[in-house]
Structure formats: structure tokens, C-alpha cells
């Protein structure tokens, strides 16, 4: 069965620290992945698209950057945290199929980013 | 990109029924519908797809009319279970880059 490992689960991070969450795949191959971000009154904010090794697509601009070194791989990173990046990092994954639209979403536990 | 939600909270007493509504300004291929407990990751509860259809889940279904841009979910006779913050994904012409709205939060009461 598939699962999905986001970590760390919680973390304090001072301004202008840097950051990195980290997203596992088991159970699945080529698998599109997400990052979403969940803040206060603003629901759940796609910042990063992925559909392999490489290919990252931001929707966001901002101080935030995204990874996937492997397949089932996919880092977020900043190099200096802002007050305004505080919030639950979600990331995501569903399976690929082309020229179909996506399928379901599975989403991981969440970080929960607080910036002081 | 962000579909609207609406409204933005009921509270219900149970067996109580509920709409929740989502529009989008752009045209759409899929809309799916996710419910998030406090402190938890959404979980999937439908995909309804271009064609204008119609899907249930237990006492949850919703619709979907394309040409309005718009789905509905439908929450019949609610249970306590049912509390939690309901979130519409929709899915544009660039398939696999799924938006969200803000999230209706639902009480349900006893």
C-alpha cells in the first residue's frame, strides 16, 4: 500500500533561519506531487507542482523553492524564513495519468511552521 | 486560480442538512471535495468530473455543472462525525494543478 512521510511535524524557526521539509512516496512510482501551504483564512495555497525528477512548476512567487532530487522525493526549502512563511506545510501526492484529469489526493501529516 | 467557497461556516444540529458551494471563474475539467479535522491532513471524499455529474458518498454527494463553473456538496440528515472543514479542489485546463478554496467550516451539534 502507498504512504506518505512528511517531517519534521512541528518546528520553531527564528527570521531569516533556513529551511527545509521533507516529503517520501512509498508504494508508488512517478507519482505528481504537491506542496501546499495552509495558513490562517487563506485555505490551502498550491506553492509547488511536480511531475518528475527535476521538473518543478511554482505558483507562487516568494522565498520558497522546491526539490525533487528522486522520484518520490520532494524537499521545500528556504534560505531565510519571514514572519509571513508561519503556517502547516502540507505535502501531497496522486497518481499520474496523462491527458486525464488528476485523481485523488494523499496528503501527508503536516509540518507546522511557526516563525518567531 | 482559487475557486470561492460559500458560505464560510454553518452549524448545524444534527440531522440537519447542509449545501456548500463552489464557483470558479475559469473553466473547468474536474472538482473534487476534501473534509479536514482540526489539526489534521484533508482526506478525499469525491471527484466529480467534466460532463455534468453527479456523485454520492454515504449521506454526502454533490454536482457539478460545467458549464456553470460551479459543484455543490450536499450533506443530508448530518452526524456529529461530520464536523470539520470542507475544502473544493478545482482542476483547469493544465490537468494535475488542483486550487482549492478557503474551506467551509461545519458544526455539527448535538
Known amino acids: 500500500s502507498q504512504t506518505i512521510h512528511q517531517w519534521p511535524a512541528t518546528l520553531v524557526q527564528p527570521v531569516g533561519s533556513p529551511l527545509s521539509l521533507e516529503c517520501t512516496v512509498e508504494?508508488?512510482?512517478?507519482?505528481?506531487l504537491y506542496w501546499y501551504r495552509q495558513a490562517a483564512g487563506r485555505g490551502l495555497q498550491l506553492l509547488f507542482y511536480s511531475v518528475g525528477i527535476g521538473q518543478i512548476s511554482s505558483e507562487v512567487p516568494q522565498n520558497l523553492s522546491a526539490s525533487r532530487p528522486q522520484d518520490r522525493q520532494f524537499i521545500l526549502s528556504s534560505k531565510k524564513l519571514l514572519l509571513s512563511d508561519s503556517g502547516f506545510y502540507l505535502c501531497?501526492?496522486?497518481?499520474?495519468?496523462?491527458?486525464?484529469?488528476?485523481?485523488?489526493?494523499?496528503f501527508g501529516e503536516g509540518s507546522r511552521l511557526t516563525v518567531l | 486560480q482559487q475557486p470561492v467557497q460559500s458560505p464560510q461556516a454553518v452549524i448545524l444540529r444534527e440531522g440537519e442538512d447542509a449545501v456548500i458551494n463552489c464557483s470558479s471563474s475559469?473553466?473547468?475539467?474536474?472538482v473534487h471535495w476534501y473534509r479536514q479535522k482540526h489539526g489534521e491532513a484533508p482526506v478525499f471524499l469525491m471527484i466529480l468530473l467534466k460532463g455534468g455529474e453527479q456523485k454520492g458518498h454515504e449521506k454526502i454527494s454533490a454536482s457539478f455543472n460545467e458549464k456553470k463553473q460551479q459543484s455543490s456538496l450536499y450533506l443530508t440528515a448530518s452526524q456529529l462525525s461530520y464536523s470539520g472543514t470542507y475544502f473544493c479542489?478545482?482542476?483547469?485546463?493544465?490537468?494535475?494543478?488542483?486550487?482549492f478554496g478557503r474551506g467551509t467550516q461545519l458544526t455539527v451539534w448535538p
Open positions: 475559469k473553466a473547468l475539467y474536474s
Open positions: 479542489g478545482t482542476e483547469g485546463s493544465t490537468l494535475g494543478r488542483l486550487y
Open positions: 501531497a501526492w496522486s497518481v499520474r495519468t496523462a491527458g486525464t484529469s488528476t485523481g485523488e489526493l494523499f
Open positions: 508504494g508508488t512510482s512517478n507519482p505528481n
